[in-house]
């Protein structure tokens, strides 16, 4: 099995498999953690989906 | 920078689904608010200065061999992602906490935190458009809403 895996077309929830054991995948919990905001206080990704569905992305630098 | 551009023209969509949105960077407090909010989306950004939950979620690194001398699908993916209104900031990605070499990655999260839609992107260009995150969106609501 190749280490990365194409995503076609079609196949939104494919995932890079043979890189990604042990890590969360669809059905899983999101991964959560601490951050410090603008004004310098701990705040949780969590707290996003606390009160409702949440697109996170994860961009590479500043996207 | 053109990633957050894009999904910021696309806010008011997100809304209507209400879907809330967090983008995560590669930055400190102050840098994501400087540099976010240049571009109006500091609210939405969340500075992860030591790519915690990068590692957390398993976005592979790429390699420099693979970015200089790019696949024909990084290629293609490329020439998708301008026609989308993405690219590549070089210089944004020397900035001191960034990891030049970490892919991108996107997750849709329903209320109570069970990942419902989970993309990793398999080189650097491969983070879909605000277009089509919202296409996952809309399918993977509605899926849920049903089941």
Not at chain 1, 31 to 56: A, C, H, K
Not at chain 2, 99 to 119: C, N, Q, S
Not at chain 2, 135 to 144: A, G, K, Y
Request: glycine share 10%.
């Amino acid at each position: 099995m190749p280490a990365v895996q194409r995503r076609e077309k079609g196949d939104e929830n494919m995932c890079v498999a043979a890189t990604s054991k042990g890590y969360p995948e669809v059905g899983d919990a999101a991964p959560d953690f601490v951050y410090q905001d603008g004004g310098g206080n701990e705040r949780r990704l969590s707290e996003l989906w606390d009160d409702g569905p949440t697109l996170i992305v994860w961009l590479r630098h500043f996207g | 920078m053109e990633s957050l551009t894009q999904l910021r023209e696309k806010l008011s969509e997100f809304e209507k689904l209400s879907v809330r949105l967090g983008c995560i960077v590669q930055g400190t407090a102050a840098e994501a608010a400087e540099i976010c909010g240049q571009y109006g989306m500091a609210e939405k950004c969340i500075p992860d200065p030591e790519k915690e939950s990068y590692a957390k979620l398993g976005l592979d690194r790429t390699t420099l061999g693979a970015m200089v001398f790019a696949s024909d699908e990084l290629k293609a993916r490329r020439k998708e992602n301008r026609a989308a209104g993405f690219s590549v900031s070089i210089k944004k990605s020397f900035m001191p906490h960034c990891d030049i070499f970490l892919l991108p990655g996107a997750a849709l999260v329903e209320r109570g935190g069970k990942i419902l839609w989970l993309h990793r992107g398999a080189h650097p260009g491969d983070l879909p458009s605000a277009e089509e995150l919202l296409d996952r969106v809309r399918e993977n609501l509605q899926i849920s809403r049903h089941s």
